[in-house]
Antibody, heavy 125, light 108 residues
Framework: EVQLVESGGGLVQRGGSLRVSCAAS????????MSWVRQAPGKGLEWVAN????????EYVDSVKGRFTIFRDNSKNSLSLQMNSLRAEDTAVYYC??????????????????WGQGTLVSVSP | EIVLTQSPATLSVSPGERATLSCRAS??????LAWYQQKPGQAPRLVIY???NRATGIPDRFSGSGSGTAFTLTISSLQSEDFAVYYC??????????FGQGTKVEIK
């Protein structure tokens, strides 16, 4: 069974830093791109960042570029998001999500087929 | 950036009735569109991918259609467990992956 379990959320002051992590199990982690998707209270979904299966490529939404860093450790099946210079508008539930898949060097998919339960990050104004 | 616009914002439907949700893209995304279901306090769940394919475990009362810029998610006969918020997402042109703002399907 695919499992994604986030941790590390909490309350942080504006301008502060926080790292959230995701522990993956039940699948071949090193074959998948992984993403962070967030959801502000009462709002919709926003893709934040993704990382290629081998960590060689990373992409970010414009609003977090230069402040957030996504990284992974395939030996530990873990995904992390380091968040610096946090703003009130970063307050959200942060979800770890799986996809797309690398199949023999070809990127397959683009949808997110498994999600963690989310971890809440609250930034005090 | 591709903008996805979902309509209506809220859809009131009686159990057993059909629900039709719309998602329009600001430019063509081909068939690279997914739909997700999200219930209160839960993570999103993949329902449809590549515009028309049901994800694993999704009942056949859910169907997706469309291509290019206009897409539809149809729930043929609403069950109590289907009342939720539904989001569309494009993956034809990324980054960024983008989501629609959601359609809430509520009990009439």
């Amino acid at each position: 069974e695919v499992q994604l379990v986030e941790s590390g959320g909490g309350l942080v002051q504006r301008g502060g830093s926080l790292r959230v992590s995701c522990a993956a199990s039940g699948f071949s982690f090193s074959n998948y791109w992984m993403s962070w998707v967030r959801q502000a209270p009462g709002k919709g979904l926003e893709w934040v960042a993704n990382i290629r299966e081998d960590g060689s490529e990373k992409e970010y939404v414009d609003s977090v570029k230069g402040r957030f860093t996504i990284f992974r450790d395939n030996s530990k099946n873990s995904l992390s998001l380091q968040m610096n210079s946090l703003r009130a508008e970063d307050t959200a539930v942060y979800y770890c999500a799986r996809g797309p898949k690398n199949i023999f060097g070809v990127v397959f998919g683009g949808w997110f087929d498994s999600w963690g339960q989310g971890t809440l990050v609250s930034v005090s104004p | 950036e591709i903008v996805l616009t979902q309509s209506p914002a809220t859809l009131s439907v009686s159990p057993g009735e059909r629900a039709t949700l719309s998602c329009r893209a600001s430019q063509s995304v081909g068939s690279k569109l997914a739909w997700y279901q999200q219930k209160p306090g839960q993570a999103p769940r993949l329902v449809i991918y590549d515009a028309v394919n049901r994800a694993t475990g999704i009942p056949d009362r859910f169907s997706g259609s469309g291509s290019g810029t206009a897409f539809t998610l149809t729930i043929s006969s609403l069950q109590s467990e289907d009342f939720a918020v539904y989001y569309c997402q494009q993956y034809n042109n990324w980054p960024p992956w983008t989501f629609g703002q959601g359609t809430k399907v509520e009990i009439k």
